[in-house]
């Protein structure tokens, strides 16, 4: 493949060293055609990077409309169960085309934070009521779109939701008013308008049990081999709360770990989001089977949700990827570090994961969860997908000397980066957003107009 333009990297981290002066060849295919090292200046007509260049970062769970609850529900007390109340009355008001305008610009806000990938999470499928739209993957082709337009890459995990919680074995307690748009009424029926949704080049869809409240036992394995047989990734949320664990237990007479065991949802290409309240058998399914686990600390805290086992899932086998999850912050550099440092308070000790390690699940790993294997590092054969780090912030500065991961996951934040690059595109310059020049001014006419 022919090489149609070179980036050059004043640093680069090539995992799991740093590397100065490296010129990133990439091809009419969006992929990095070659890596040269020790390029000691800008080669002609390259593209500069100054700073630390790293692969693009991917953001696995995400629910892009909870973007529009920011400070709103911070107001006062309360817990998980009543911040749902407000997230309802978001998702109410949302429509197709509101939708699109909100979500890209907060796929926007990710890209200036050197997110190339997102996994959206996706139930809000059907107009209040649970009325069907005319193309009934409208609100799914909205995010779609909005990624394109925002110039990042999207894995939507189309959601299945039939049920408002746990009744008994076999059925659900149906969806209350707010819960009509998200359901499709049986798992059959999300099969089958799944289905309609088509891989693009940027975007890849896979599936998700929103939970075990959500998808009554007796049809999770509808949605499993859904998934199955396409080869997607399968997403779900996993013991979130306590309160799931005790209804599971109460029904079902086991954890919902156990229960997704047991309906042959857990694998190499599950990821359970969240992860918190597990026994040690569940950490020992999850890790053996090979299952990932996402976590996102910055919600997790956010919701006082608690802090899950991280590190035991990942002694036990589990992969970990991050996400921003409600978008509290949108930020994952303080996701990776969020994790290392919500540990260092349970256990009273430091040192949990490398810097590389941190970096690793934030970048090659996410990807991995989202179906993207082929991009999350700087290596020939990529997808050139990545950001760049200033090395001159308040933040940063001073840490050249010291030059490693570190600077990233426990110096910079989201307003560090400079510059993402999506399949060669540079969709961020300077710091600067290349297609939708004022994000800030999108988000505020987005927001505006749900509240």
């Known amino acids: ?151 990042i890459r999207i894995t939507l995990l189309d959601t299945a939701y039939v049920a408002a919680g746990l009744r008994d074995a076999t059925e659900g307690e149906p969806p209350n008013h707010h819960q009509l748009r998200f359901s499709d009424g049986t798992a059959e029926a999300w099969a089958e308008r799944a289905a309609l949704l088509k891989d693009r080049e940027h975007a890849r869809v896979g599936a998700a049990v929103h939970s075990v409240r959500a998808v009554p036992a007796r049809q999770l394995g509808t949605v499993v081999e859904w998934a199955a047989s396409r080869g997607v990734p399968l997403h779900v949320h996993l013991s979130e709360q306590t309160a799931e664990n005790e209804a599971c237990l109460a029904v079902h007479g086991c954890t919902p770990t156990r229960l997704l065991a047991d309906h042959g949802a857990l694998g190499a290409r599950t990821t359970g989001v969240h992860n918190t309240h597990l026994t040690d058998a569940d950490i020992a399914l999850i890790g053996g089977s090979g299952t990932g686990t996402c976590m996102c600390p910055t919600t997790e805290r956010d919701l006082a949700d608690g802090i899950g086992p991280a590190p035991a899932l990942q002694r036990a086998g589990s992969p970990l990827s991050l996400g921003s999850d409600s978008h509290a912050v949108i930020d994952l550099f303080e996701e990776a570090r969020a994790m290392e440092l919500n540990e260092r308070l349970r256990s009273h000790t430091r040192g949990h994961w490398t810097a590389a390690a941190l970096l690793r699940a934030a970048s090659a790993d996410g990807h991995a969860a989202l179906g993207w294997a082929d991009a999350g590092a700087l290596a020939p054969g990529a997808l050139a997908d990545f950001a760049t780090v200033a090395l001159d912030s308040v933040r940063t500065a001073g840490a050249a000397a010291r030059l490693g991961a570190e600077v990233a996951v426990f110096a910079a934040s989201a307003a560090d980066v400079r510059h993402t690059v999506v399949g060669g595109r540079h969709v961020v310059r300077d710091g600067a957003h290349t297609l939708l020049p004022d994000v800030p001014s999108s988000l505020a006419r987005a927001v505006a107009a749900l509240h």
């Open 1 to 151: 493949m022919p090489v149609t333009h070179t980036y050059w990297a004043e640093q680069a981290w090539l995992d799991p060293v740093v590397e100065p002066g490296v010129a990133l060849d990439v091809g009419a295919d969006g992929r990095i055609a070659a890596v040269r090292t020790g390029v000691e200046a800008p080669p002609p007509g390259a593209t500069v990077l100054r700073g630390l260049t790293i692969p693009g970062l991917a953001n696995a769970h995400s629910h892009a409309f909870h973007r529009a609850l920011r400070s709103t529900v911070q107001v006062g007390s309360g817990t998980f169960w009543t911040w749902r109340e407000v997230m309802y009355s978001v998702a109410d008001r949302l429509t197709p085309e509101t939708y699109h305008e909100l979500a890209r610009a907060v796929y926007a806000e990710m890209a200036l934070a050197g997110v190339t990938a997102v996994g959206e999470f996706h139930y809000l499928h059907h107009a209040p009521g649970g009325k069907r739209y005319a193309d009934p993957n409208a609100m799914g082709e909205a995010l779609i779109a909005a990624a394109a337009d925002a110039g």
